[in-house]
């Protein structure tokens, strides 16, 4: 018995540009399936502005069309999605790299509960021709490797574009990008809101077109790097800035006292300046890193995030003010300290207390530095903006 919130069970969704040569094909074969699967389902067909006929074609085979405005792969699919009438929604490209005709992998998976399941295209075989090398060996496994890692997901093809979800829940991820990183952030923001998310075998094979695909190799795998990285303040900004603070500042406050021998290796000024330095780089990418955190749980790009959420509630601009000021006016005082002890001595060469002189300049100069960025930081702390939701403007017939 179907929901009583959607009339159909499924809608099988394809993006569509200019693919006159397949359109007909993909939809025949979608059809064939949902007949014979005896399912209560539509084709969907989501266009961005296509030029070649493709939109008649859609219309003569039977499918429902929809236009979308706003070009981009996301916009196209995020529209399609918007318009879907069916409870469950399976995608894919219209070129007929994937069966439409198979998918009760899918189905079964969705009927059970799983709430996004993937292609795996590594697992179900790739067709001799139908994935470039440079993607099969290098551009899918690193950047699936890197989701994998940087999300916790169990998605092992993160760029499979035959995917099947709950429609109800991938509307509430409020999904917002535009282009080919949309496959990415789908996958991204189920895993981060804790889905169900499995994936199945599928198959690959050449797409039926004489003409080069839309994607393009290092610009849409700059895309879908750049968007992990920066759904993942964790790892961008976060890790490093305490692999370089904590140890760091620990080094410098060291060698304040002293040189320091080890192994053979002296430590001394040299190192103490640039220990110095790596500690308020340190502090600067941590301080990102919340900046980045707070901003995307605000606007919705991420979900809120149970450690940081004590921080928002419990900041305060004036402590973090106060903080700045007396680690200011301590690195103030031992400057103003060491200026006296230079004009003690008429400003001559410090020859005999050189290590001492430098050693507390160090401190100064770090503190007052320290100082400014706890000050200011605390300002954009407390004047985080609100983000605004995208949204998609179409039409249909």
Not at 176 to 187: N, R, Y
């Amino acid at each position: 018995m179907l929901g009583m919130k959607s009339a159909l069970e499924l809608t099988i969704l394809m993006p569509c540009l200019n693919e006159s040569e397949t359109l007909a094909t993909c939809i025949r074969k979608a059809q064939v399936y949902l007949k014979e699967s005896h399912i209560q389902g539509e084709v969907l067909i989501a266009d961005n502005g296509s030029q070649d006929g493709s939109t008649d074609i859609a219309l003569v085979e039977g499918a429902r069309l929809v236009r979308i405005a706003e070009k981009g792969y996301g916009n196209a699919l995020r529209g399609g999605i918007k318009a879907a009438k069916g409870r469950y929604i399976i995608m894919g490209d219209a070129d007929d790299s994937y069966d439409f005709a198979q998918l009760d992998p899918f189905v079964d998976k969705l009927r059970a509960g799983f709430q996004l399941v993937m292609g795996n295209r590594f697992k179900g075989g790739i067709q001799s021709g139908a994935m470039p090398p440079l993607h099969r060996y290098l551009g899918n496994p690193v950047l699936s490797f890197i989701g994998r890692l940087l999300f916790k997901t169990p998605v092992g093809d993160f760029h499979c574009g035959l995917r099947g979800f709950d429609k109800m829940a991938i509307e509430a991820l409020n999904l917002q990008t535009t282009g080919m990183e949309f496959a990415s952030e789908l996958i991204v923001k189920a895993s981060l809101n804790k889905l169900k998310i499995t994936e199945v075998p599928t198959t690959l094979s050449p797409d039926g077109r004489s003409r080069p695909p839309h994607l393009r190799s290092w610009r849409d795998g700059w895309r879908h790097l750049r968007f992990l990285l920066l759904h993942s303040p964790r790892w961008l900004f976060i890790m490093p800035g305490i692999v370089l603070f904590f140890p760091s500042t620990l080094l410098m406050l060291r060698l304040l006292l002293s040189p320091l021998n080890i192994s053979g290796i002296t430590l001394d000024i040299h190192s103490l300046l640039i220990f110095s330095a790596l500690s308020l780089v340190g502090f600067q990418l941590l301080a990102f890193g919340i900046f980045a955190r707070i901003y995307s749980s605000k606007t919705g790009i991420l979900p809120p995030s149970g450690r940081l959420e004590p921080l928002i509630t419990t900041f305060s601009l004036e402590y973090g003010l106060i903080s700045g000021l007396i680690l200011g006016a301590f690195g103030l005082i031992i400057f103003l300290y060491s200026l006296m002890q230079w004009a003690s001595a008429d400003f001559a060469a410090f020859d005999a207390h050189l290590s001492l002189s430098l050693r507390l300049v160090s401190l100064s100069v770090y503190s007052m530095v320290l100082g400014v960025q706890v000050f200011f930081t605390s300002f954009l702390l407390s004047l985080l903006p609100l983000g605004l939701n995208q949204k998609t403007s179409s039409y249909e017939y």
